[in-house]
């Protein structure tokens, strides 16, 4: 089973470790990953500075893409 919580930092407390123990009471072993919003925020702006810098590339319709591996692999 997989559960996200979403909170903020003064949320956490023996309550909450609480709810997790009774949602998760048949499992022995749990891995807890914690990350905070600012990492994702800055990973948005990383993209969207990359996507700036290299804007996305519309390919025709017609191109035949079994030609191109065709002409790699000779």
């Known amino acids: 089973m997989q559960t996200t919580y ?4 003064n949320e956490v407390n023996i309550n909450f470790i609480e709810t997790i123990k009774k ?10 990953t914690v ?3 600012k990492d994702a925020n800055e ?6 500075e990359l996507e ?6 519309h390919v025709s319709k017609e ?10 692999n000779l």
Not at 6 to 9: A, G, P, T, V
Not at 23 to 32: A, G, S
Not at 43 to 48: A, V
């Open 35 to 37: 990350a905070s919003e």
């Open 43 to 48: 990973g948005i702006s990383k993209f969207l």
């Open 6 to 9: 979403r909170l903020k930092l």
């Open 63 to 72: 191109l035949d893409f079994n030609n191109i591996v065709d002409e790699i």
């Open 23 to 32: 949602t998760f009471k048949e499992d022995e072993v749990l891995t807890i």
């Open 52 to 57: 700036k810098k290299y804007p996305p590339q």
